[in-house]
């Protein structure tokens, strides 16, 4: 293993620590223009115009897909949430009140929160809008920023005390058909979103042996995937609260004499900045990141080789050309000598690169260079457009190629309990067939020394298939692998 | 007005926006956005918790009373503020950054972000004068300390805004704070006052208390002029755009 993490030449392979790959996200975050930490407190970025315009993209696509797949409808929420409304969601999570931020807004002696999640302020809106008669199901989602006072480390865009974008959607149903359809819904949404991304993922049901799970969620869908330092990172979650919160918030459907009370069924959604840093790890490497053209919002990084007027008026030209088919570009004027100019656009990851000199302006031919993957070609000046919008499609394609390939790489079946131990203490994300007795799991458990990530929610048969620890029929697929440092 | 879908939110002056209304507002904020991108500015996201000691530096500018203190659960010693309507202090870090880094100026920025102001319980509270403005545009030039024309700029484009917006009955008003002025464009509904666009012209007083600089072609070091302003969600309630305009 080897890598260099001063901030002029780090390598990234595919056998990384983890600390390595922080320092290697923190380093190109910056360079690639992403977000900056510099902040007067821990825990916080800045995003730079770049990273904004890329994150804006993939919550765009969130969204439409949040919308077209399950129903869901945008809600703008506002950053506070009534003490006394936040206080009753305690009720069901340990110690969170002082994880979070409180604020006299009107009074000194009257104090309200900086909303953490969606469920306190979502569940009073829901109450009152059963009351008001307004039928169900309700499917709603916002972006915003969260505060979460975290005490352990914090990472740009992993982990971070204001958190933004922080995307979370509520759904309330009245029957558990259609509770069920709304949780199968949102898992389609992760699987469409993921892979739209270019993310490979797995999805994965985390089993009820955490009692601290158990207080809070019925059940908890989560897509997870594995970067390059053999840690398992959680994307998303769907948590299947059931009856918790719609208890809580008096969510109620009938109110009957005779009848007990009815609870709408709840279920939440969710997914943080992370899934950008993660998207921009999958495609790192020692000289930055490399955005998947559909993505970035800078498709061509047009590079004068240097200062002249000709030049730039030919650089200019392709601008506007290429803006006309709607292919997104930039130039970086010769303000910098050409290497170092070279080196942002690399870190940025703008999938490709186009260098304009003399050279160019004469022949008329130009190359169409990527940061990897896939050779650099040489096309007429008229061709420019088709031949980026193949390109564009040719990328994307390797691209999530080679994101795939080293996924599996790093996922493991073992056939005994030998290559099990050994592919769990090589930190591999490890599944292994069980039955369904309990002592099964926990002798696993204690035989890789590892968490248990979670039980497979694929298709997955099971036909003929036996339990790794007591050779009995296998009933479930269960994961194993080791987590991100302080990840819950 | 009609764009608030409700005015039930448990907590006092704080609103939620639903799917029509909020097409219509989101709508209104692109235009005015892109008013804004149109001359030079770019857009960034900063935190909305924004450190005592940012705030700090405008001390001979504003009051603290004007914004909304927060303090986390654990810790109750250390205090925030909420992203404070129009100082655009939160942009300080980065702004330092990328001058330092040789970014030319001037330097536009711009943020379409939640901002807070404190309300006193005397005043009315409604969504024109609410605590959080969930649709406020806030935007800042550092620039060249002897362009001063800057400032002069962003008012023009104030009222050009404006009057793309058909709001065409505003007033202005001035203050003087030492080497800092305040201007605020203002409306007035049944003799009550709605702000409108609120504009910092802060001179160099900020970026020599940021320490915030650049050196000239002598090799000078230089504090660029800071402009900060706000756009305030009330021209989207208030006002109209007309199509294709």
């Known amino acids: 293993m080897e890598t260099k993490d001063n901030k002029t030449n780090i390598i990234l392979i595919n056998e990384i620590s983890e600390q390595e790959l922080v320092n290697w996200l923190r380093y190109y975050l910056v360079a690639g223009q992403i977000v900056n930490e510099k902040y007067s407190s821990k825990g916080a970025s800045s995003w730079y115009p770049y990273g904004y315009s890329i994150i804006k993209n993939i919550l765009s696509i969130a969204s439409d897909i949040l919308v077209r797949e399950a129903g869901f409808k945008e809600i703008v929420l506002p950053s506070f949430v009534h003490g006394e409304d936040f206080m009753k969601e305690c009720s069901n999570i340990k110690d969170f009140s002082e994880r979070v931020y409180w604020s006299p807004i009107y009074r000194e002696d009257d104090l309200h929160v900086v909303t953490p999640t969606i469920e306190a302020q979502l569940g009073v809106i829901y109450e009152g809008w059963l009351r008001e008669g307004k039928r169900l199901p309700y499917k709603y989602f916002t972006v915003r920023a969260v505060g979460r006072c975290e005490t352990g480390r914090t990472i740009p865009l992993w982990k971070e005390?204001?958190?933004?974008?922080f995307f979370e959607g509520l759904t309330a149903d009245s029957s558990i058909k259609d509770f069920l359809k709304t949780i199968h819904d949102q898992v389609i949404f992760m699987k469409q979103f993921f892979k739209q991304l270019g993310i490979p993922i797995l999805i994965v049901e985390r089993p009820r042996i955490e009692k601290r799970l158990q207080e809070y969620s019925e059940k908890r869908i989560e897509a997870i995937t594995i970067t390059k330092d053999k840690r398992v990172v959680i994307l998303a979650n769907i948590y299947d609260?059931?009856?918790?919160?719609?208890?809580?918030?008096?969510?109620?459907?009938?109110?009957?004499?005779?009848?007990?009370?009815s609870y709408a069924l709840v279920s939440a959604i969710g997914f943080s900045g992370r899934v950008l840093a993660v998207l921009l790890s999958i495609y790192g490497d020692e000289k930055g990141f490399?955005?998947?053209p559909h993505i970035s919002p800078i498709q061509v990084g047009i590079i004068p080789i240097y200062d002249s007027i000709s030049i730039k008026n030919q650089a200019k030209k392709i601008l506007i050309k290429l803006g006309k088919e709607g292919i997104s570009s930039r130039i970086f004027s010769a303000n910098s000598s050409f290497g170092e100019r070279r080196k942002i656009v690399e870190a940025m990851g703008i999938p490709f690169i186009l260098e304009v000199g003399t050279r160019e302006i004469e022949s008329g031919i130009y190359v169409i260079k990527t940061r990897s993957l896939i050779e650099p070609i040489k096309v007429n000046f008229d061709r420019?457009?088709?031949?980026?919008?193949?390109?564009?499609?040719?990328?994307?394609?390797?691209m999530s190629k080679k994101a795939s390939d080293d996924f599996y790489a790093l996922n493991k079946q073992p056939k005994d309990i030998k290559e099990f131990v050994n592919f769990t203490k090589n930190g591999?994300?490890?599944?292994?067939s069980l039955c369904n007795k309990n002592n099964c799991l926990m002798r696993a458990t204690s035989l890789s020394q590892v968490e248990v990530i979670g039980k497979d929610c694929g298709r997955s048969s099971k036909k003929n298939i036996k339990c790794i620890i007591c050779a009995q029929k296998a009933k479930r697929y269960i994961y194993f692998g080791i987590k991100w440092k302080g990840e819950k | 007005m009609n764009l608030v879908h409700s005015t039930d939110y448990h907590l006092p002056g704080f609103y939620y926006f639903t799917s029509n209304n909020l097409l219509q507002i989101r709508k209104k904020q692109q235009k005015l956005l892109e008013l804004l991108r149109t001359q030079g500015f770019e857009e960034y996201h900063f935190p909305f918790l924004v450190p005592n000691e940012l705030l700090e530096k405008y001390r001979t500018v504003i009051s603290k009373e004007n914004y909304i203190r927060v303090f986390s659960g654990k810790n109750k010693r250390v205090f925030y503020y909420m992203r404070p309507e129009a100082i655009f202090c939160q942009s300080l870090p980065l702004a330092s950054t990328l001058i330092k880094s040789y970014k030319d100026l001037p330097l536009k920025m711009l943020e379409a972000s939640p901002a807070f102001k404190k309300v006193d319980l005397g005043e009315k509270i409604d969504l024109l004068n609410s605590p959080e403005e969930s649709f406020a545009i806030q935007g800042a030039i550092f620039s060249k300390n002897e362009n001063s024309s800057?400032?002069?700029?962003?008012?023009l484009l104030s009222r050009e805004i404006l009057k793309r917006f058909n709001i065409n009955r505003f007033r202005t008003s001035r203050k003087n704070f030492g080497q800092a002025q305040y201007f605020e464009f203002y409306t007035k509904q049944n003799k009550r006052k709605i702000v409108l666009i609120k504009l910092f012209d802060l001179g160099n007083l900020i970026c020599q208390r940021a320490n915030i600089y650049y050196f000239n072609e002598k090799s000078q070091l230089i504090f660029p002029r800071m402009c900060s302003f706000s756009f305030s969600q009330n021209i989207l309630l208030l006002g109209n755009i007309n199509n294709g305009n």
Do not use: A, C, H
Request: aromatic residues 10%.
């Open chain 1, 428 to 432: 591999y994300l490890t599944k292994i």
């Open chain 1, 161 to 165: 005390r204001n958190i933004w974008p």
């Open chain 1, 241 to 261: 609260l059931g009856e918790i919160f719609s208890k809580v918030y008096d969510i109620i459907l009938k109110k009957k004499k005779l009848f007990p009370k």
């Open chain 2, 150 to 155: 800057v400032e002069k700029g962003i008012l």
């Open chain 1, 384 to 398: 420019l457009v088709p031949t980026l919008k193949k390109q564009s499609n040719f990328l994307n394609g390797k």
């Open chain 1, 290 to 292: 490399l955005m998947n």
